[in-house]
């Protein structure tokens, strides 16, 4: 897939220095309201699907597909787009929202994003200064990841008190990260 030429990011209007809003989203990025459509609109088609996978939901009659989880890699800015689809609605997969945006940089020298959260926390902060910007976590995810109930969730690099990456996802959501 190529680079859309006509997407913010080929135009250079600097996605690597947009704001992650906890629980809203990152720049036109919403959560919860924007589409696979939308990402491709804004930062145009050169990601490549990292999983694809379905969950299920059970009740006394029965399992059935619930909702349909895939994950888009713009690797040029260190970011992960998480876009879930419910097959029961019938929804092209182009109708599909944003759940999550990440933004990884376990190797700074291969990551552009040099953005900040609203409160201004980025990439290489130490984890003090995430409690001192977003207060207390309310979780610890089993994968180490520190989870915020406004919709953060921070995760170190290995064996580092230093920020890697920085996740976005819905407050409704945070069961999903507990």
């Known amino acids: 897939m190529g680079l859309n030429r006509s997407s913010p990011v080929a135009r250079g209007n600097d996605y690597e ?4 809003v906890p629980g ?3 720049g036109d990025i919403r959560l919860g309201a924007s589409t696979l459509a939308d ?3 804004i930062l ?3 990601h490549r699907v990292r999983t694809r996978n379905t969950t299920q939901a059970c009740d006394p009659s029965g399992c059935r597909d619930d909702i349909v989880v895939f994950t888009l890699e713009h690797k040029r800015l260190g970011l992960t787009i998480g876009l879930r689809q419910d097959p029961e609605q019938g ?3 182009e109708r599909a929202l944003v759940r999550t945006v990440s933004v990884d940089c376990n190797d700074p020298k291969a990551c552009n994003f040099r953005g900040a959260t609203s409160k201004g926390l980025r990439i290489g902060d130490g984890k003090d200064r995430a409690k001192e910007l977003h207060g207390d976590i309310q ?3 089993p994968s180490g990841n520190l989870v915020y109930s406004e919709g953060l969730a921070i995760s170190s690099a ?3 008190n230093r920020i890697a990456t920085l996740t976005l996802f819905l407050p409704d959501d945070i069961k999903r990260f507990q």
Not at 17 to 20: G, I, P, Q, V
């Open 17 to 20: 220095m947009r704001e992650l």
């Open 24 to 26: 809203v989203g990152f």
């Open 39 to 41: 990402v491709e609109r």
């Open 44 to 46: 145009g088609t050169d």
């Open 91 to 93: 929804a092209p997969i």
């Open 139 to 141: 979780a610890r995810h």
């Open 158 to 160: 290995y064996q580092s």
